[in-house]
């Protein structure tokens, strides 16, 4: 007897609740970059580990549920993951060395 492994898959009332949270996150993302520009304390070294961090959490929503990779092989999700992982190193390195982050 085959194993049924498959996840329900999102309904529309769902896909309206994470289009909602990934509006919530982008609003977050522009309130930071207004919070840059009028507050000089609040500093790029704060604010760009936060905006990747937001730009993450939307990545990994989009791809996990719109894009289904969630419901793929986990082979599939093995390989995504990844080089999801060494693309985040590779570009927060080169934030280092721009000096955008800077550890105090």
């Known amino acids: 007897m085959a194993e049924e492994h498959a996840l329900a898959h999102p309904t529309p009332r769902q896909y309206a609740q994470i289009a909602i949270l990934l509006a919530f996150l982008t609003a977050i993302e522009v309130s930071l970059y207004y ?4 507050i000089d304390a609040f500093t790029t070294s704060v ?40 693309a985040i190193v590779l570009y927060v390195a080169v934030l280092f060395a721009l ?3 800077v550890l105090t």
């Open 99 to 101: 000096g955008a982050i």
């Open 35 to 38: 919070l840059e520009q009028s």
């Open 47 to 86: 604010s760009a580990p936060l905006l990747i961090l937001l730009a993450v959490m939307k990545f990994v929503i989009v791809v996990g549920w719109f894009m289904h990779l969630r419901f793929e092989k986990s082979l599939v999700s093995k390989f995504f993951t990844t080089g999801f992982v060494a």
